[in-house]
């Protein structure tokens, strides 16, 4: 554990400009059964991704798809950048963090090139999802329709 847990609860912001989704809406079961674990979409209207919260970067993917996070609380965090972009062998991602970086919600981790994505016909979904189920009880959607990044999309109840 990177931090020690200080907080009961733990605020998601929007890791980009966009249209938030709710995760069982989106074109993936893995995802939208929450196999993974609960969380939410934004269809991205910009391409420049942040953090969605506070904390130090775990994993980066080799395909630069996505990468993992790990919150003051103890919370994990994936952020998947498209649904089936793994297959685009990381082209359309430049990633702009290291893995052990702390990082704020103001700290550009990535850029995505929305056009790439939809040129492979791919969805260009940004999934924030939440792996560790164990360690929070509740995760609430806060916002819907249109957000900004570092609007508060969601606020996780922690055990």
């Not at 995802?31 to 609960?38: E, P, R, V």
């Not at 942040?50 to 904390?55: L, M």
């Not at 700290?107 to 790439?116: C, G, V």
């Amino acid at each position: 554990m990177f931090f020690s847990k200080k907080s009961k609860s733990l605020q998601i912001m929007s890791p980009v400009d966009g249209i938030v989704k709710s995760i069982e809406t989106v074109n993936d079961p893995v995802f939208s059964q929450k196999m993974i674990g609960d969380g939410f979409a934004i269809l991205p209207h910009s391409q420049t991704i942040y953090a969605p919260i506070n904390g130090v970067i775990t994993n980066i993917f080799p395909t630069k798809h996505a990468l993992g996070m790990i919150s003051e609380t103890g919370v994990e965090v994936l952020l998947h950048f498209g649904i089936d972009t793994v297959e685009l062998k990381g082209q359309p991602f430049e990633i702009l963090v290291t893995e052990n970086q702390t990082v704020t919600t103001d700290t550009k981790l990535a850029l995505i090139d929305l056009e790439k994505i939809a040129e492979f016909d791919k969805e260009p979904d940004i999934l924030v999802i939440l792996t560790n189920q164990e360690q929070y009880s509740n995760i609430a959607l806060v916002a819907s329709d249109k957000v900004a990044h570092q609007d508060i999309v969601a606020k996780v109840s922690i055990k």
